[in-house]
């Protein structure tokens, strides 16, 4: 019998349920063709979106799951701003669903591979300096 421990209830099972392991390997195949879908040249997002995306890193690093709600937060924020593409927020909801079953190796790898396509827009892209 294998035991599996979870660090989200910090406690052993027997085993994962069937459901539990289908759902990871969807949430694995939907962030790969996530990932393999884009575009060669890197994205470019607003410099607030390019913050959200290093204060994940940082959430997914530390393994905190407080800093990995405040990021969901400031996605969703983003997203209405409309600074954020669905596409985007689709990337980071998958990094989140992997940090939330506590596959924070896995998680770190996306968000390592979502942010190194994506730059931060240049002020005169998107229609006025900030020079002022």
């Not at 689709?90 to 989140?96: D, G, P, Y």
């Amino acid at each position: 019998m294998m035991m599996i421990y979870h660090p989200k209830s910090r406690g052993w099972s027997a085993a994962q349920s069937p459901n539990s392991s289908i759902k990871q390997i969807l949430l694995l195949i939907l962030l790969a063709l996530i990932i393999t879908t884009g575009c060669s040249s890197k994205q470019a997002v607003p410099a607030e979106s390019i913050k959200v995306l290093a204060a994940v890193r940082t959430a997914v690093s530390l393994k905190s799951e407080k800093q990995i709600e405040r990021c969901r937060e400031a996605v969703k924020a983003e997203a209405e701003q409309g600074r954020m593409s669905e596409g985007l927020v689709r990337e980071l909801e998958s990094v989140f669903a992997l940090a939330d079953d506590g596959n924070w190796e896995q998680a770190d790898k996306a968000i390592i591979k979502i942010q190194s396509r994506y730059k931060p827009v240049r002020a005169m892209e998107h229609g006025h300096s900030h020079d002022h």
